[in-house]
T-cell receptor, first 111, second 114 residues
């Protein structure tokens, strides 16, 4: 039972363009949603989060949108840079720091 | 400020053995969580400790256990190792008592079971 799903295993975009990563969830009890970035041979790094009572949160080039009725969230990166190339994990939290992760999307930003 | 430190970084064990992994959280962080990452199952929550008490436990068999010490350092143990336990084990720490899910991860301990 995958409560958090990232349906696109990979995404390729041109430098300077927008990257949009998507995530769907099934559990209405999640109260925080987060995005983590992971480079090879490193642990995940927290990127941005959004509370379930909000529908948008922005931090520099990164914006997360939450659509509760559709149980969908997305991460927008504008403009995309080659250094953004990594695996991005969507995660959801509903008790303590017990995160449920999606399967990840590998983003490749081409120069 | 030093990050989350995990030891050992790599280890190889054989089936039936047991293993202990160690995690030192960021100074001042009192919450420590453990996650297992495998190609097939992705990142899965194992357990979380806060002030030496297990606060949450994931859906793993009893062979997986952990503990937290008074200095917030944590260990996890896997007994009677199986081939399927081969994975990257990630430790994460958090300062906040509020449960926002913002975690600082270590680089992980890669366990190979032969």
């Amino acid at each position: 039972d995958q409560q958090v799903k990232q349906n696109s295993p990979s995404l390729s975009v041109q430098e300077g363009r927008i990257s949009i990563l998507n995530c769907d969830y099934t559990n209405s009890m999640f109260d925080y949603f987060l995005w983590y970035k992971k480079y090879p041979a490193e642990g995940p790094t927290f990127l941005i989060s959004i509370s379930s009572i909000k529908d948008k949160n922005e931090d520099g080039r990164f914006t997360v949108f939450l659509n509760k009725s559709a149980k969908h969230l997305s991460l927008h990166i504008v403009p995309s840079q080659p250094g953004d190339s990594a695996v991005y994990f969507c995660a959801a939290n509903n008790a303590g720091n017990m995160l449920t992760f999606g399967g990840g999307t590998r983003l490749m930003v081409k120069p | 400020k030093a990050g989350v430190t995990q030891t050992p970084r790599y280890l190889i064990k054989t089936r039936g053995q047991q293993v202990t992994l160690s995690c030192s959280p960021i100074s001042g962080h009192r919450s420590v969580s453990w996650y297992q990452q495998t190609p097939g199952q992705g990142l899965q929550f194992l357990f979380e400790y806060f002030s030496e008490t297990q606060r949450n436990k994931g859906n793993f068999p009893g062979r997986f256990s952990g503990r937290q010490f008074s200095n917030s350092r944590s260990e996890m143990n896997v007994s009677t190792l199986e081939l399927g336990d081969s994975a990257l084990y990630l430790c994460a720490s958090s300062f906040r008592q509020e449960n926002t899910g913002e975690l600082f991860f270590g680089e992980g301990s890669r366990l190979t079971v032969l």
